[in-house]
Nanobody, 126 residues
């Protein structure tokens, strides 16, 4: 069974930076799409950034220029680098895995994801 382990998260002041990491285990094929979602209290879950099986990437408009997604040392790890964090970025962040998505032009529909991480809290204080 594919499992995802997230690391990073915590508290930071406005304007600070943070890196989240997500590692896929129990999977050894080449197509690895990892997408980051977030959910703030009282709000719907929101896709934030994704990296596809072909290493294409996408970030939503509200974080473009501040957040970036990249591969780690191997294709089973992805990082979400977040810069100039704002209080509105405060949320629980989750990574999700798909073995089906190659090219990323948008956040893939939730039905494509086969495994989810446990979530990590990001809190940005003003």
């Amino acid at each position: 069974q594919v499992q995802l382990v997230e690391s990073g998260g915590g508290s930071v002041q406005t304007g600070g930076s943070m890196r989240l990491s997500c590692t896929v285990s129990n999977y050894r094929y080449s197509t690895v799409c990892i997408t980051w979602f977030r959910q703030a209290p009282g709000k719907e879950r929101e896709g934030v950034a994704a990296i596809g099986g072909d290493d294409s990437t996408f970030t939503i408009a509200s974080v473009k220029g501040r957040f970036s997604v990249s591969r780690g040392n191997d294709r089973y790890t992805a990082h979400l680098d977040m810069n100039n964090l704002q209080p509105e970025d405060t949320a629980m962040y989750f990574c999700a895995f798909s073995s089906q998505v190659l090219n990323i032009q948008n956040i893939p529909p939730v039905r494509f994801f086969e495994a989810w991480g446990q979530g990590t809290q990001v809190t940005v204080s003003s």
